[in-house]
């Protein structure tokens, strides 16, 4: 191939550049970003293979980095054929670098392609912008004495489409905004809207107004805006997880520095600037690669951290269901054994009455004995059935007028017994004449019974045990002291939990662990509320409150 | 449908190859360049 060198020229950098006639900020300016883009367009599609946004930014490096290496030709060419070609050529890459940003911009907020159709639209432009290239449309001349080509009229129409790209990308980031509330997505949005439009106007403005006025050194800003861009995409790698890929932040900050300092070589009117330059950059490289090896490895311990707890959060879930399912079947083995012990109650009642005959004495004594424990174990079995209702949330109340001072006669009865076998001092103090009202009565004197057995059961003989109810408000406020063991203060905030019994009478006294479960879910079932004051060795003072509503008076009939 | 598109997406391709690399022919090899002196130009 016979080409012709431009006039003055001599070729003294890899046989195609006169770096002699290069401008002393040219190299500087260009070979960063050229190096910068490359980095980053191979990094991204080696990290990050495969996803959509990946490839749209691979589309703006690249075409960047081809527009730096037409723009270098331009600038420093020997030969006039090369230097005509990168002229004409700039257009595609130019445009290219706009449309690859507006699709960027659309799958990076969006998180999904663009639309065939518009896809095809801009190869469409694409195809028609080549067509124009060997024209004169594109370059209209090439003048000698400068060595440099004289743009056509596509140039301008070319100007005004990629003024329409930078505001479709503004009006991308506006739309995606109006539906996005998240305040970590609207500062993404804010941020990477920015940097894009940023670098695409600076770009813009340093070619337009370098071409307008002829002033060509204007283009050397035109790229730099690039680095703003690429630092925040870097930024919001690590911040936000943009990309698969990590520790970005670092490794372009050595990158650049790098690139910035070895370019600072091409500047050759400044004296002994290569040995500053060199000291500089080996530190750069010292402190760099310390940077990145300490970046890398906090990375990789947060993301060890990360999967530890998206498993534990599967493993919680997965107990959460394993609990649910146990309480279901507790339920259902519960329901399925009330029936039978029933009917053999029934039946022993039956035997006792004498209904099926007579029993001689021993007989009787005998079928007592399976009497007390058939209803020891239907109160067991009863006991689970709450258990599991109140655990799955399908606690049934039934409100009915309920005598107060029956109800509480019926209870006093229950524990007299026992009050008297321990010889306890019991207290009882409450309105003579309490109120009848509309509650669920199998639930609240569970709660009450619950309350005052174990008060008597975990008091030492001869202690006391307190009982005090007073009405105010509608409100029925309630109080049970004992003198026994208390509560030691590291199991009182498990106290409450389904089977959990204190520490310091779980294995002196029996009990199932179901009592405070079932009085707690009782009491707050029908709107009200329970605690507790203990003190280990001294004793225990539950208290309790229960709305209460009067039924309607009943009208007698005429 | 999605042939039809990838079909036209081929051919614009195409169109983007064929028009650059004549593009290097034409100035290249063919030296089809318009030059002038810059006391020509306008």
Known sequence: ?558 | MKNIEKILAILFLGVITTAVAFTFYNTLINKNIVIIQSEDSI
């Open chain 1, 1 to 558: 191939m016979n080409l012709s060198l431009c006039p003055d020229a001599v070729p003294n950098l890899l046989m195609v550049f006169d770096i002699a006639i290069a401008p002393p900020l040219l190299l500087y300016s260009y070979v960063p970003i050229f190096i910068l883009c490359v980095f980053f367009a191979w990094f991204i599609a080696k990290n990050d293979y495969g996803s959509i946004q990946s490839k749209y930014f691979l589309g703006i490096t690249l075409s960047l980095a081809i527009w730096i290496a037409l723009v270098l030709f331009q600038w420093i060419g020997a030969y006039l054929e090369v230097v005509h070609l990168a002229w004409q050529l700039l257009l595609l890459p130019e445009i290219t670098i706009f449309i690859s940003a507006c699709f960027f911009s659309f799958t990076f907020l969006f998180k999904r392609d663009a639309s065939n159709i518009y896809k095809n639209f801009s190869l469409l432009i694409l195809a028609a912008v080549s067509l124009l290239l060997p024209t004169q449309v594109n370059i209209n001349m090439f003048d000698l004495v400068n060595c440099e080509g004289v743009v056509g009229p596509a140039w301008r129409w070319i100007y005004i489409f990629e003024l329409i790209c930078i505001v479709i990308i503004v009006f991308i980031a506006l739309r995606y905004l109006r539906t996005e509330d998240g305040r970590k997505e609207r500062v993404k949005t804010v941020l990477f809207t920015t940097g894009l439009t940023y670098f695409l106007s600076i770009f813009w403005a340093s070619n337009y107004f370098a071409e307008t006025t002829k002033t060509y050194e204007i283009n050397l800003i035109g790229p730099i805006g690039m680095f703003l861009f690429l630092g925040i995409i870097s930024y919001m790698m690590v911040k936000f997880r943009v990309f698969k890929a990590k520790l970005f932040a670092s490794q372009i900050l050595v990158i650049v520095l790098w690139g910035l300092i070895a370019a600072l070589l091409f500047i050759q009117s400044i004296d002994y600037i290569h040995i500053v330059v060199l000291c500089t950059l080996a530190l750069v490289s010292i402190f760099g690669l310390s940077l990145i090896k300490s970046v890398k490895r906090e990375i990789e311990q947060r993301e060890k951290i990360e999967l530890l707890a998206a498993d534990l959060k599967i493993a919680n879930d997965q107990l959460h269901e394993l609990d649910r399912q146990k309480d279901e079947l507790l339920g259902i083995v519960a329901h399925q054994l009330a029936k039978p012990i029933t009917a053999i109650r029934w039946d022993l009642e039956s035997l006792l009455d004498g209904d099926l005959g007579t029993l001689n004495e021993k007989q009787q004594e005998e079928a007592k004995t399976m009497r007390s424990q058939a209803v020891n174990l239907a109160d067991l079995v009863s006991m689970i059935l709450d258990v599991s209702r109140i655990q799955l949330g399908k606690i049934k109340l039934e409100p009915q007028p309920l005598d107060m001072n029956e109800f509480f006669k019926d209870i006093l009865d229950v524990i007299e017994p026992s009050v008297k076998q321990k010889k306890l001092n019991f207290v009882k103090d409450m309105p003579k004449n309490l109120p009848t009202v509309l509650l669920d009565k199998r639930y609240t004197r569970m709660t009450i019974e619950n309350l005052m057995t174990n008060a008597v059961k975990y008091t030492p003989d001869g202690g006391k045990v307190e009982l005090v109810v007073k009405v105010v408000d509608g409100v029925m406020h309630g109080r049970v002291t004992d003198t026994g063991c208390g509560i030691p203060k590291e199991d009182q905030g498990k106290i409450f939990g389904k089977m959990y019994r204190a520490t310091n009478v779980r294995n002196t006294v029996d009990g199932n662990g179901f009592g405070l479960y079932v009085a707690k879910g009782a009491i707050e079932g029908q709107g009200g509320k329970i605690w507790f004051e203990s003190t280990e060795g001294k004793g225990t003072t539950f208290f309790f409150e229960i709305p209460m509503i009067e039924p309607a008076p009943v009208v007698p009939k005429t």
